[in-house]
Nanobody, 118 residues
Framework: QVQLVESGGGLVQAGGSLRLSCAAS????????MAWYRRAAGKQRELVAI???????NYADSVKGRFTISRDNAKNTVSLQMNSLKPEDAAVYYC????????????WGQGTQVTVSS
């Protein structure tokens, strides 16, 4: 069973930066895609950024140019550098990964709160 543990959330002023980190442990199969999602109050969960094992990335339009996703395949970690934060970035951020184990299996972290004050 894969466990994802996130860290790095908190309170920041608009225009500031935060770095989220996530470590995956317990996988007996290679971790494939890793990503960050977020859910703001009263809204649906949305994809923020995604990264493949080869390092290809994709971002939500709302965060392009401000957020950067990266990963360390050897350590099964993924990070999200968030710069120029806006109040609308406030949400619970969830780490995500999948692995092929007799079929695709998805795993989620418990979430970390990001609050942006204006």
């Amino acid at each position: 069973q894969v466990q994802l543990v996130e860290s790095g959330g908190g309170l920041v002023q608009a225009g500031g930066s935060l770095r989220l980190s996530c470590a995956a442990s317990g996988s007996t199969f290679p971790i494939n895609t890793m990503a960050w999602y977020r859910r703001a109050a009263g809204k649906q969960r949305e994809l923020v950024a995604i990264i493949t094992t080869g390092g290809s990335t994709n971002y939500a339009d709302s965060v392009k140019g401000r957020f950067t996703i990266s990963r360390d395949n050897a350590k099964n970690t993924v990070s999200l550098q968030m710069n120029s934060l806006k109040p609308e970035d406030a949400a619970v951020y969830y780490c995500y990964c999948n692995a092929f184990k007799f079929g695709w299996v998805e795993y989620w972290g418990q979430g970390t709160q990001v609050t942006v004050s204006s």
